[in-house]
Nanobody, 122 residues
Framework: QVQLVESGGGLVQAGGSLSLSCAVSGLRFRSHSMAWFRQTPGKQRELVAGISFSGNTHYSDAVTRRFTISRDSPKNTLSLQMNFLRVEDTAVYYC????????????????WGQGTQVTVSA
């Protein structure tokens, strides 16, 4: 059974930092592309950052130079370090896995976590 379990969300003031983790089990982590998406009520899920199985990274314009995605293959863990947080970063953050080449298209991801809430106050 595949499981993706996010942790690390919470409440932080604007300008602060949070670190999200996603523990992955039940799949061959090394061969999966991984990504973080986020969603706010009434809006579509949007890509935050992605990382290929070879380690190449991609960031949305909204978070580039503030967020860092990384993966630890021996520990089957995906991480997202979020710095200089803004009120507009408030959302539910999801990690996702895809058995194949990395893509920005959320519909192409095979597995999803349950999400973790990140709230940034002014």
């Amino acid at each position: 059974q595949v499981q993706l379990v996010e942790s690390g969300g919470g409440l932080v003031q604007a300008g602060g930092s949070l670190s999200l983790s996603c523990a992955v089990s039940g799949l061959r982590f090394r061969s999966h592309s991984m990504a973080w998406f986020r969603q706010t009520p009434g809006k579509q899920r949007e890509l935050v950052a992605g990382i290929s199985f070879s380690g190449n990274t991609h960031y949305s314009d909204a978070v580039t130079r503030r967020f860092t995605i990384s993966r630890d293959s021996p520990k089957n863990t995906l991480s997202l370090q979020m710095n200089f947080l803004r009120v507009e970063d408030t959302a539910v953050y999801y990690c996702a896995a895809r058995d194949g080449v990395w893509t920005t298209d959320s519909s192409q991801y095979d597995y999803w976590g349950q999400g973790t809430q990140v709230t940034v106050s002014a």
